[in-house]
């Protein structure tokens, strides 16, 4: 199994543009998660998901989107990409059944935005 | 407010050396504690869970334990591969929603 996969690895941004990171899971989880984690900062939620057409807002919401159409997928989409912005971001999931927090992550999209 | 306050930022250990990384938590109605591994360039890897003061967890060299109020990560006699960024986090419940709040990380670094 690949686990989860997160295109792409590394992506330069202008401010303004605008782009998608995609996140895609074989383990037919049920929650899917997107943090971000900032130099010396603590993973923050920005979205996440409890399943196909449910998704809800995390701690830092602002500037992205998000939709899950399928069990497999999670796109986050940055409108307008700001500096701020500048991040690794981490999509994750974990099966309900198992009853706890166990994140399955991928190995990261790193953004630079100019 | 920071709900989770991991300890020290960085440590720098030689082969063998044993010590404690450390995760104080200041929310109410814990709901679990978990303990990842990061290595650079790479998503966090899920290592331990616990749920109630006096839980102990053990793998390989590491023993993660709980009181009411911290959780130390214990490392017996390091080895260089055991260098990485360890991550604790705690489930809560805020506002009839659960969420994962993420401590900011210890790089430990071992050396030969």
């Known amino acids: 199994n690949a686990g989860v996969t997160q295109t792409p690895k590394f992506r330069i941004l202008k401010i303004g543009q605008s782009m998608t990171l995609q996140c895609t899971q074989d383990?037919?989880?049920?929650?899917m998660y997107w943090y971000r984690q900032d130099p010396g900062m603590g993973l923050k939620l920005i979205y996440y998901?409890?399943?196909?057409?449910?998704?809800d807002k995390g701690e830092v919401p602002n500037g992205y989107n998000v939709s899950r159409s399928t069990t497999e997928d999670f796109p986050l989409r940055l409108e307008l990409a700001a500096p701020s912005q500048t991040s690794v971001y981490f999509c994750?999931?974990?099966?309900?059944?198992?009853?706890?927090?166990?994140?399955?992550f991928g190995a990261g999209s790193r953004l630079t935005v100019l | 407010e920071d709900q989770v306050t991991q300890s020290p930022e960085a440590l720098r250990l030689q082969e063998g050396e044993s010590s404690s990384l450390n995760c104080s938590y200041t929310v109410s109605g814990l709901r679990g504690l978990f303990w990842y591994r990061q290595d650079p360039g790479k998503g966090p890897e899920f290592l331990f869970t616990?749920?109630?003061a006096g839980e102990e967890k053990e793998k390989e060299r590491l023993k993660a334990t709980l009181t009411k109020k911290e959780s130390f990560l214990h490392i017996t006699a390091p080895k260089p591969e055991d260098s990485a960024t360890y991550l604790c986090a705690v489930r809560l419940t805020q506002g009839g929603s659960e969420k994962l709040v993420f401590g900011k990380g210890t790089k430990l670094t071992v050396n030969p």
């Open positions: 998901s409890v399943g196909a057409g449910i998704t």
């Open positions: 994750a999931s974990r099966n309900r059944a198992t009853g706890a927090n166990v994140l399955t």
């Open positions: 383990m037919n989880h049920n929650y």
């Open positions: 616990l749920y109630s």
